[in-house]
């Protein structure tokens, strides 16, 4: 009989825990996600046959994607720290599996699974961000040390190097930048960050115009000409010669041509008649804009700018360095993929294949933007309980 009570006293408990979480999180968060999402299948839905097709499937990646971070922000994010290793192992071993898997498309990306294809880099880049992440608090009072910031970076070279192979330029790019943004919210000084933007210059320079010279060609052909085109664009768009320039003229007339409130779906012409090159991923902003128009892409950078705001206001939160440098990771991946995919279908960006955040086509990629707003979500949790706790240990 002295069990019930005792039972129900627990049942109680956890139940007003999960209250308290839920009333704890960030629900403008999940919103500006969830109105991303839903922006994406009803483009997908309207861009017609064969696309349509695929307007399905991303969502249910999104519903999966959003259960799992539901489940994630329910833990304590802390934990993780424990597992820097394993993570970090993980990212460098799945994508090195990926070589020995069936090339799609010339390229070693993807592992096949029953219901879509597993991109080992998306997955990578949060199992990188968390052991870097932890990898930095332990190295944290030793920021001086130009050993730690060597170490950083040689540990997202790693994995950037074998992503850049398969060849994925844009996600082993997000891999660098990602380490980047841990660096700076790990405090790193203004002189170390300027040195470490030189190098990058360096590099660039080297790998476009030094190393050709001597016959090392880094980067694949194709991957070569979307920067050259980029940086010394041709006075006329030979599409037969430069597939690439004739990506982004395309891109721009359909941007262009939906004009303040868009085109309609029946009358997107640019992507209806297949003109618009990958619409469902890469140029889905420019498939909005030719929809919606104006007025379309509006929305969604204002969803976006939510989201980043709101991912901002969590990285400020934190209540430790190790949520605050995953959060920073998160926002620099976020803002960089934005920026790079939306810049590349208005022309102020080269061409690179990262996908918009919720918004183009992929199950890997939509199930990890959303685990890394449930991460997000944890931290903010996490920071309002651990704040409310010493309110009432003042109060006391």
Known sequence: MSATPIQRADETAASSRSLRMLLSSDPLLFLAAIGLAAFSVVTLHGAGSPISV????????????????????????????????????????????????PAIQNAHRWIPVPIFNFQSSEFGKLMLLVSLSAFAVDRSRRLSERRTIARVLLLALVPAMIVMKQPDLGTGLVYVVMAAAVLFFMGVSWRHLTALAALVVVAITLVLAVAPIFGVHVLKGYESQRLTTFINPPTVCNTALDPTCYQEHESLIAIGSGEKTGRGAAGATQTLYHFLPVPQADFIFAVIGETYGFAGAAIVLSLYALLIWRTLRILTMAKNLFGTLIAGGILAMLMFQVFLNIGMTIGIMPVTG??????????????VTFLALGLLQSIHIQARMASAGKARVLIV
């Open 54 to 101: 695929d307007a399905d499937k991303q969502a249910l990646f999104a519903g999966i994607g959003l259960v799992a971070a539901i489940v994630i922000s329910r833990f304590d994010y802390t934990v993780l720290r424990e597992f820097r290793y394993v993570f970090y192992a993980l990212a460098v071993i799945l994508n090195v599996v990926v070589f020995a898997m």
């Open 354 to 367: 990262v996908p918009l955040p919720l918004l183009s086509y992929g199950g890997s990629s939509v199930v």
